[in-house]
Each structure stands twice: as structure tokens, then as C-alpha cells.
T-cell receptor, first 109, second 113 residues
Framework: GENVEQHPSTLSVQEGDSAVIKCTYS??????FPWYKQELGKRPQLIID?????GEKKDQRIAVTLNKTAKHFSLHITETQPEDSAVYFC????????FGTGTRLQVFP | NAGVTQTPKFRILKIGQSMTLQCTQD?????MYWYRQDPGMGLKLIYY???????DKGEVPNGYNVSRSTTEDFPLRLELAAPSQTSVYFC????????????FGQGTRLTVV
């Protein structure tokens, strides 16, 4: 079955710095790659997604890049703010929606 | 438009008891999922469904059962609860095709003692 690896597991940055989280997947049939943010005690919520026919997508301070040949995709957050502190999950979707193991991002003022 | 609704929000079960976690969505989504999230860990897929009458196993199906008799409802059944099933359970749903965003319920916190 699909295997999704996510790195790093924890990431601490200074406010204003950039943060990058990377995921790799195994199933070449995967065609949809969302990223979710989960704040403490809350449900995961979609922050950005990318489909297999696109290499990069940007939405204000967040961007996602996809390399289908290498089977990896990354989340980039620029100008980080304390409210970006949360756990971030990548996911891969064919019919199942399989999540990575998560990255705990801490942004220090 | 309530989205995805899960009941109950909290439950304490004794070892060996059974229960059903309810999940309903009002967005006419075809796809529905059940996940468990252990403390400080990621989301593991238990079961999923691509439409009424169709269900399939995810990554961690043992100890659970599901049914999907309607588009709206996707209950998760725990038989013979064990301490290893202590977790937060999330139900989610999504449309098919290009619109794939999954919407999550608020979760059910289950403790087995």
C-alpha cells in the first residue's frame, strides 16, 4: 500500500524565517497532494493542495512544490508568524487519503 | 450546513465493551473516512468508503467494522474494546473528482479502561 514519509518531525524557527517540510510517497498512481494544519485539540484543516499536473502552487505565504518523477513534495512557509505554530501533515490521495507522520512547527517570537 | 458531525465527543469504555461512533455529513460527499490519532501521533486510516454500499480497509482496520448504507452516514463499530483503542477518532468526507478536499469532524475522544 501507499507509504508516506514526512520530515522533519519537529521544526523550530524564529519569527520571520522560512520553514520547509518534505514528504515522499511510494504509489506512482497518486494524483492529489494536500497539506493540513492541526492546532492543538482541533481537527485538521486543509491549507493548500496540489494536483499531479502542476509543479508548484502558491497562496500568500505558503507554497507547495511537487516532483512526480522523484515522488516527493514540499511545503514552504515564508515570513513565519507565531500563529503558524501547529502540527502540519502532508497527505497523498488515490482513493484512500493517507497521511504522513506530521511535523510539529514552533515559531518563536 | 453542518459539515461533518461526529457523536459522541467523549466516551469512556470498559475493556470488552462495544460501541458505535456515529458520523454524518450533509455535503453529499461520496467519499468518507475514519482515522484514529494517538497522542502526539499522526492520522492512521481505519476504513474508508467511496460511496453507499462500498467500504474498504485502510491501514489499521483490526478491531473495527464499518457500514455505509446511505451517502450521509458512516458509523464505526468497535467490538470488544481494548486499551490499545484509546485514541481520538476523526471522521472525514470529500467529493470525488477534482474536488478532493477532505473535511473533518470535530473528533471523538475515546478512552478504554
Amino acid at each position: 500500500g501507499e507509504n508516506v514519509e514526512q520530515h522533519p518531525s519537529t521544526l523550530s524557527v524564529q519569527e520571520g524565517d522560512s520553514a520547509v517540510i518534505k514528504c515522499t510517497y511510494s504509489d506512482s498512481a497518486s494524483n492529489y497532494f494536500p497539506w493540513y494544519k492541526q492546532e492543538l485539540g482541533k481537527r485538521p484543516q486543509l491549507i493548500i493542495d496540489i494536483r499531479s499536473n502542476v509543479g508548484e502552487k502558491k497562496d500568500q505565504r505558503i507554497a507547495v512544490t511537487l516532483n512526480k518523477t522523484a515522488k516527493h513534495f514540499s511545503l514552504h512557509i515564508t515570513e513565519t508568524q507565531p500563529e503558524d505554530s501547529a502540527v502540519y501533515f502532508c497527505a497523498v490521495n488515490t482513493d484512500k487519503l493517507i497521511f504522513g507522520t506530521g511535523t510539529r512547527l514552533q515559531v518563536f517570537p | 450546513n453542518a459539515g461533518v458531525t461526529q457523536t459522541p465527543k467523549f466516551r469512556i469504555l470498559k475493556i470488552g465493551q462495544s460501541m458505535t461512533l456515529q458520523c454524518t455529513q450533509d455535503m453529499n460527499h461520496n467519499y468518507m473516512y475514519w482515522y484514529r490519532q494517538d497522542p502526539g501521533m499522526g492520522l492512521k486510516l481505519i476504513y474508508y468508503s467511496v460511496g453507499a454500499g462500498i467500504t474498504d480497509k485502510g491501514e489499521v482496520p483490526n478491531g473495527y467494522n464499518v457500514s455505509r448504507s446511505t451517502t450521509e452516514d458512516f458509523p464505526l463499530r468497535l467490538e470488544l474494546a481494548a486499551p490499545s483503542q484509546t485514541s481520538v477518532y476523526f471522521c472525514a468526507s470529500s467529493l470525488t473528482g477534482a474536488q478532493r478536499e477532505a473535511f473533518f469532524g470535530q473528533g471523538t475522544r475515546l478512552t478504554v479502561v
